[in-house]
């Protein structure tokens, strides 16, 4: 992978998408491409014995980042952590008991003004010094991504302790106390831009901010609890970086796609698969895209992977675009067929 002595950082092909590059093979990278799926993985996360502890030693992980890396080159490396790293750090203990996902201690009305941002950035130092472990590992030519959850995704964990079909907790306590949940949200959009600038200014290319609930809202609840605070995100960012790059994943937004892009100021807008190709042409006139590859036809493989993949480059490969699935890449994915992904796109 390093025989690439003439490549040099402006090489770092997701970024050129983001200023509006096109590619005839677009760069590649997968949602969650560290993980479960993968056995040096299983292994790892065995021997440090739980997902935090992953995610809180620079050293593994740095490793669990490089994984997907060593395998299949992708043209970029997302940081290994979790968007719920956030209100670990700011004292409400987050809990991953294998095979439960996240568990919380529900957040009440009470709890929010004793939420204890004090040792915020000291609990989350060991992240930055993997980014900057990371960094220095991968290629030159190979993005790094950076990310955070967008303060509405993050408050639903907080809000119901573990993960819900519909988010109706988080909805009815937006609707029942929504002075005390502005004040969540405003509190989660200071600490993910302080925790995002530290990613950036640690050797993060750029930065996602992962939306993965962003469609369960009305419309002018949507506004106030998706839009408003991730634009404010982003600004807080770039009023530090100015050039900062960020990605947008509001998954599942169908028509709101456009104006989250224009009223955030995202650079590139991740799409799920759930869309007509001809929408997501559309969207991407207004800037670089991102997706959008039904996760299930990864699993499946086939004519099934081959179809889905053509669909996406004949549609949207003559604009901006990366390559990627519509959601994270699932445990029983077998590896081959990821093989075959990237074989396919890189042709
Ligand atoms: O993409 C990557 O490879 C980087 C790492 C990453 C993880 N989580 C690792 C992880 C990223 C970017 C995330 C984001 C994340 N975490 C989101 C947004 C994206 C999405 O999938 O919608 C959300 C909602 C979470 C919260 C979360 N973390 C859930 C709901 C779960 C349990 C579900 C599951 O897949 O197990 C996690 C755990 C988690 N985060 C794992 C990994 C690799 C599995 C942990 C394990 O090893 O058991």
């Given at each position: 992978m390093n025989n690439s002595k003439s490549l040099n950082?402006?090489?770092?092909?997701?970024?050129?998408?983001?200023?509006?590059?096109?590619?005839?093979?677009?760069?590649?990278?997968?949602?969650?491409?560290?993980?479960?799926y993968l056995p040096e993985y299983r292994a790892l996360r065995e021997k440090a014995g739980g997902f935090l502890e992953l995610c809180y030693t620079p050293?593994?992980?740095?490793?669990?980042?490089?994984?997907?890396?060593?395998?299949?080159?992708?043209?970029?490396?997302?940081?290994?952590?979790?968007?719920?790293?956030?209100?670990?750090?700011?004292?409400?203990?987050?809990?991953?008991?294998?095979?439960?996902?996240?568990?919380?201690?529900?957040?009440?009305?009470?709890?929010?003004?004793?939420?204890d941002g004090s040792n915020f950035m000291d609990h989350l130092s060991p992240v930055i010094e993997a980014v900057e472990g990371i960094r220095a590992e991968l290629?030159?030519?190979?993005?790094?991504?950076?990310?955070?959850?967008?303060?509405?995704?993050?408050?639903?964990?907080?809000?119901?302790?573990?993960?819900?079909?519909?988010?109706?907790?988080?909805?009815?306590?937006?609707?029942?106390?929504p002075e005390e949940f502005a004040e969540l949200l405003d509190i989660i959009v200071q600490s993910s831009a302080e925790y995002l600038i530290a990613q950036l200014k640690a050797g993060a290319d750029a930065?996602?901010?992962?939306?993965?609930?962003?469609?369960?809202?009305?419309?002018?609840?949507?506004d106030k609890w998706c839009i408003r605070p991730v634009a404010k995100i982003v600004q807080l960012v770039r009023e530090q970086l100015p050039e900062a790059k960020i990605i947008g994943?509001?998954?599942?937004?169908?028509?709101?796609?456009?104006?989250?892009?224009?009223?955030?100021?995202?650079?590139?807008?991740?799409?799920?698969?759930?869309?007509?190709?001809?929408?997501?042409?559309?969207?991407?006139?207004?800037?670089?895209?991102?997706?959008?590859?039904d996760p299930t036809r990864l699993i499946a493989g086939g004519r099934a992977l081959d179809e889905g993949i053509d669909m996406i480059l004949e549609n949207l490969s003559s604009g901006p675009l990366v390559f990627n699935l519509g959601h994270g890449i699932t445990p029983q994915t077998p590896i081959a067929h990821v093989e075959q992904m990237i074989k396919r796109v890189r042709g």
């Open positions: 950082p402006d090489h770092r092909k997701v970024l050129k998408v983001m200023d509006g590059m096109a590619y005839e093979k677009p760069p590649i990278w997968m949602m969650r491409q560290a993980g479960r050293k593994f992980a740095i490793d669990v980042t490089m994984q997907p890396i060593r395998r299949f080159g992708f043209d970029a490396a997302i940081l290994f952590s979790d968007i719920l790293v956030i209100p670990d750090a700011l004292g409400r203990s987050v809990r991953f008991d294998a095979g439960h996902g996240p568990q919380l201690d529900p957040i009440n009305v009470e709890d929010i003004a004793n939420l290629p030159i030519e190979t993005t790094l991504l950076g990310f955070c959850g967008a303060p509405w995704t993050v408050a639903t964990y907080m809000i119901a302790g573990h993960g819900t079909p519909d988010q109706a907790p988080a909805r009815l306590f937006a609707h029942a106390h930065v996602q901010i992962f939306d993965s609930w962003a469609s369960v809202l009305d419309e002018d609840q949507f994943f509001p998954k599942g937004v169908g028509q709101y796609y456009s104006t989250y892009r224009e009223k955030t100021a995202i650079n590139m807008m991740g799409l799920d698969w759930a869309m007509p190709m001809s929408f997501a042409a559309e969207l991407q006139k207004q800037g670089a895209v991102q997706g959008n590859l």
